[in-house]
């Protein structure tokens, strides 16, 4: 009896182990939590005043708080994200100072005593180097191999209008160039895309997201190499209130299934620094890019961040200057895009990156019912296999242990 208890027990582990997968799984896809979002252009400006700079903001109320992500196409392409504990809170402009551009406290959230937490990401700089040797690598690279980076606070954004807003989809596309030849032919995009509740993307990398995070991709399309073996760096800066982003998790994972030959995701935490304390924010990624629009599985490719590092000097971003003011710290990184051996960024002239920014906990993947499937059929059915073997065996000791009792000894 003893022996079958113990056939039966790691059977029984595993059954209740795997059950536990698959309810956390369950819980995944049973994320619930639901958002109302809303959309406006220029919150308060007097329409006598020609605005040649647009602010978008989208609203994002929960149940008993509000999520505020504001876009500017005013200097660096940025991304506000202000989580307040109230849900009648708003944004309140001085016009006439945001936009003269370097005046700091000209937007704030109000009633200020409600802001919890707030983060900024700006797209500060896109560096390009002549990867002569192939390395992919550019600490490898020497300075020389790189050329002047686009400042992207000097481009020319177009407008965010009706033609580049979809209040359905609650996504926007901000395009611009620097008017160089190279840019000719081409514009560096970033486009972002609110959530009113949990889901994925459908094309590659297909983040996971939830009501508490928004998704910025960026792509590079048509702009003309400088050299003939050129590869890019994005420039990341990050600011927040109480808490920036600082150091980068890499988490592991074995199911790729929604983002093919990937394993890790990258996250950048706002937290306390030192203690091991709940996620205020967060920014998140893949670490892939892709060099077609639409991709198929050779046109994925590697992407590598650098360590994060305090960053000085003064804000490129006028949307971060006018919500944090002047000297408010910041760290930054960079994303290096490719591999050494794999194509350079004239094959396709295309390079895509997306990323998730959000608050509290990032969203993770736990494992898809059909992976659960296989796993449960891979190990499940050796362990069938087993205990039946053990239930056999006892069932034949047994009876031939009997059958020696009764046997006559000599
Ligand atoms: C716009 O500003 C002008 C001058 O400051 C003021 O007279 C006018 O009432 C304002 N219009 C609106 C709609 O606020
Ligand atoms: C920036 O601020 C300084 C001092 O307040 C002012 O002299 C300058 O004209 C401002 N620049 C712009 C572009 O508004
Ligand atoms: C929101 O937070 C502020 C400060 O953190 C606090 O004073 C206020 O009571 C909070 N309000 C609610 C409704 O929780
Ligand atoms: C290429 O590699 C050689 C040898 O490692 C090195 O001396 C040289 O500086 C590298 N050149 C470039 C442009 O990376
Ligand atoms: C809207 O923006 C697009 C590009 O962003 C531009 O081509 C178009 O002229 C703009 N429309 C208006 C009415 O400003
Ligand atoms: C956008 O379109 C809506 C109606 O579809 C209109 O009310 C609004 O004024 C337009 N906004 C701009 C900036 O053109
Ligand atoms: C711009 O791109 C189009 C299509 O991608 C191409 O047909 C055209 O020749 C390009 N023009 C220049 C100046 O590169
Ligand atoms: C989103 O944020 C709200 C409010 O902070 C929280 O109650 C909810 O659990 C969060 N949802 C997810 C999926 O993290
Ligand atoms: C890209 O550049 C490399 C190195 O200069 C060259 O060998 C290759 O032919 C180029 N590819 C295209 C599609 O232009
Ligand atoms: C965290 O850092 C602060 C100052 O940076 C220090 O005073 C505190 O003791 C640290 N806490 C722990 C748990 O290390
Ligand atoms: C990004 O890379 C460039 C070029 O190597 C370097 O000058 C810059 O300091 C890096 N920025 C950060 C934030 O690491």
Not at 194 to 207: K, Q, V
Not at 214 to 229: F, I, K, N, T
Not at 279 to 299: M, Q, S
């Amino acid at each position: 009896m003893a022996a079958d208890f113990l056939n039966i027990m790691p059977f029984t582990l595993l059954f209740l182990l795997l059950n536990m997968r698959f309810s956390s799984g369950l819980l995944g896809f049973g994320d619930t939590y639901k958002r109302q979002l809303s959309m406006e252009l220029n919150p308060g400006l007097n329409s006598s005043i020609p605005p040649g700079v647009n602010l978008l903001h989208i609203r994002s109320l929960g149940n008993d708080d509000t999520l505020h992500f504001l876009l500017c196409n005013l200097g660096s392409p940025t991304l506000l994200l202000v989580h307040t504990n109230s849900t009648s809170s708003s944004i309140q402009v001085d016009w006439p100072e945001f936009l003269a551009g370097n005046t700091s406290g000209s937007l704030r959230v109000v009633p200020e005593n409600a802001v919890l937490h707030s983060n900024a990401l700006v797209l500060v700089r896109l560096w390009e180097y002549d990867d002569l040797n192939d390395t992919a690598d550019p600490q490898e690279v020497p300075v020389s191999s790189f050329l002047p980076p686009y400042q992207l606070e000097s481009f020319q954004w177009e407008p965010l209008n009706n033609s580049t807003l979809d209040p359905q989809a609650h996504t926007v596309r901000l395009c611009g160039g620097d008017g160089s030849p190279a840019f000719s032919n081409g514009s560096f995009c970033l486009q972002l895309s609110a959530f009113g509740s949990g889901g994925r993307e459908a094309g590659w990398p297909g983040l996971l997201h939830n009501a508490n995070s928004s998704q910025v991709r960026v792509w590079l399309q048509g702009v003309r190499p400088r050299a003939a073996h050129s590869r890019f760096l994005l420039e990341l800066h990050a600011l927040g209130q109480p808490y920036g982003l600082a150091r980068v998790e890499v988490l592991q994972s074995i199911d790729d299934e929604y983002t093919p030959s990937i394993f890790t995701v990258s996250q950048w935490l706002a937290t306390p620094s030192n203690v091991s304390s709940p996620v205020l924010g967060f920014v998140e990624w893949k670490p892939v890019a892709y060099r077609r629009p639409d991709p198929i599985f050779t046109d994925a490719t590697p992407c590598h961040h650098s360590s994060p590092v305090a960053v000085g000097g003064a804000l490129s971003s006028g949307l971060a200057l006018a919500f944090y003011g002047a000297g408010a710290p910041a760290t930054g990184l960079n994303i290096s895009y490719g591999l050494a051996g794999e194509p350079f960024y004239n094959t396709t002239n295309y390079l895509s990156w997306s990323m998730l920014a959000g608050i509290g906990d990032p969203p993770v993947d736990s494992f898809s019912p059909l992976v659960l499937a296989i796993m449960a059929v891979g190990l499940g059915t050796p362990l069938l296999l087993l205990l039946l073997g053990g239930v056999f065996v006892c069932v034949r000791r047994r009876s031939l242990a009997e059958g020696q009792a009764y046997s006559p000894i000599n």
